[in-house]
């Protein structure tokens, strides 16, 4: 269905046939916007940004281009078309057709899931409220700001799966989105990775990088949901995703060239003295993000994620290309887990360790953008290569949450992680360090900073010098 922009709420659901529930957006809908202008980008109220906005929901025509004020932006409710013959594909339900609605024995756990992933789109605009401050140029200010409203709509998607399919509980839940905050003391953001800061452009990267990846899969998840309006929801979510992504690994990728060209430029590995960006720092924030990030799977087995599979709720990432039965009832799977303090590997139920299995396709493709990394040290004639940590490094939740793990996984004693932890997880010195880099945004169109390169080409094939944020 096209999406109506004559309404307040532009849609693609027939808002307009269901007065209640557009009644009950419409008063949520001055909330999000006071939540926006205290918690998003500070001071951007008045700017001209070029960012793109969904006008359809099939996959050649959706993104349409031009200057936007973000208070302004047309965030709405987007789901991906309705296949009447589509059936659970996985599950006791399996082969039955997709729910419409709600099934009532379902219906906590279901809300539970939509309220996680809800609850983290706000949170990654709050923690980035800060750093248009401090942008390398304009290009990657309109980027922050893309992935900023889009987070804002995902929130929207989820807010209206809960006001239109769970009564008043889901109204409740929808307030609670914008009274939790990253990083507050007394309510916080559900997930952890959510309440620690983004206070810099390189944590930035390795956020959307990582983290947004981490959303990839479990939107890929959600979107095999046998309940069809957040399949239909999260299908939508995913093709917005995907530029989360790619700023991500080109920010990383811009930084790792521009520290090649210093450090080949001048002859030397001191890349700091020159004011770039020295790879093993650039390394130690890759620890760390994404070992945060693998905390997001949960763990490495458990009855809730058999659950979620078993009654049709969350699939696997790509369900129905699987071959295999779908419903993993005599299947098992090999995980790695701890005994007696070390790194051992088991066989346990398929069903309960799909975490797991999640957390592994995330980590292969994770691996991916650190190749192209690490092709474009080699092309530098530069010797070093990024590695992704072992998935026990740095662990706060699952196994080995309390187990001290070198970064190729090996479990070290406490004296020994005390005595690395600088090596291997960015310390303060080196964050004060990046922070320092951070100096006042860079405003002149076709202008960077010193410690990153320009990127390769244009948004929507713009020219280099192109004006992609008017501060007005
Ligand atoms: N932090 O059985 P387990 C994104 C809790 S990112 C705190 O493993 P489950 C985005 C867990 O709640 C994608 N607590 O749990 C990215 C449970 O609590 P109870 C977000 C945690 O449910 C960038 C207990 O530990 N979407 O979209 O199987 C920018 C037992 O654990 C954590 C989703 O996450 C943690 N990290 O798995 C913007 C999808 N991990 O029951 C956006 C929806 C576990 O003992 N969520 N716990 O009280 C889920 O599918 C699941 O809730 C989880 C956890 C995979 C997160």
Avoid at 387 to 395: C, D, E, G, S, V
């Amino acid at each position: 269905m096209a999406i109506d922009y004559s309404q307040l709420i532009p849609n693609n659901v027939d808002l307009s046939s269901d007065r209640r529930l557009q009644r009950a957006l419409e008063n949520w809908q001055p909330r999000f916007l006071d939540w926006w202008k205290d918690m998003g980008p500070d001071g951007t109220s008045a700017y001209d940004v070029y960012l793109r906005t969904a006008i359809s929901t099939d996959s050649n025509g959706w993104a349409n281009f031009g200057y936007v004020k973000m208070p302004e932006y047309r965030w709405g409710i987007f789901l991906a078309d309705r296949d009447p013959d589509r059936q659970i594909a996985f599950g006791d339900n399996k082969g039955k057709p997709a729910w419409q609605d709600v099934p009532g024995e379902l219906r906590s756990t279901l809300r539970r899931l939509i309220v996680t992933q809800g609850d983290t789109e706000p949170a990654s605009v709050e923690q980035q409220r800060l750093l248009g401050k401090t942008a390398p140029s304009l290009y990657d200010l309109r980027n922050l700001f893309q992935v900023n409203v889009e987070e804002g709509r995902h929130l929207w998607a989820m807010v209206y799966l809960l006001h239109a399919y769970f009564g008043r509980d889901g109204r409740e839940e929808a307030e609670a989105m914008l009274e939790r905050h990253s990083g507050d003391p007394d309510k916080p953001r559900i997930l952890g990775a959510f309440n620690e800061k983004t206070p810099d452009w390189l944590s930035f990267f390795m956020f959307t990088y990582f983290t947004d990846r981490d959303g990839k899969y479990q939107l890929a998840s959600l979107a095999e949901s046998g309940f069809d309006p957040l399949s239909r929801s999260c299908r939508f979510m995913l093709t917005e995703e995907a530029h989360h992504m790619f700023v991500g690994e080109t920010g990383v990728g811009r930084i790792i060239q521009r520290t090649c060209e210093l450090m080949k430029e001048h002859r030397t590995d001191d890349v700091r003295a020159l004011g770039g960006i020295d790879l093993p720092t650039i390394q130690k924030y890759l620890n760390f993000h994404f070992s945060v990030s693998l905390d997001l799977f949960g763990q490495e087995t458990s009855t809730n994620a058999a659950n979620y599979y078993t009654t049709g709720l969350k699939g696997r990432f790509l369900e129905t290309r699987i071959d295999d039965d779908h419903l993993l009832t005599g299947a098992s799977y090999d995980i790695e887990t701890v005994e007696d303090g070390r790194i051992v590997k088991k066989t346990v139920p398929a069903l309960q360790a799909l975490n797991e299995r999640l957390r592994q396709d995330y980590i292969e493709d994770c691996a991916k953008g650190v190749l192209r990394w690490n092709r474009a040290i080699e092309k530098a004639g530069i010797d070093f290569e990024m590695k992704l940590p072992h998935r026990a490094f740095n662990r706060r939740i699952g196994a080995f949450a309390g187990l001290r793990v070198a970064p190729d996984g090996k479990p070290v004693p406490e004296a020994v992680w005390a005595m690395n932890e600088g090596k291997w997880l960015p310390t303060d010195e080196d964050r004060a360090y990046v922070t320092s880099l951070m100096g006042q945004a860079v405003t002149r169109p076709g202008q960077y900073a010193h410690w990153i390169a320009p990127p390769a080409r244009g948004i929507n094939g713009q020219a280099a010098d192109f004006e992609y944020v008017r501060f007005n």
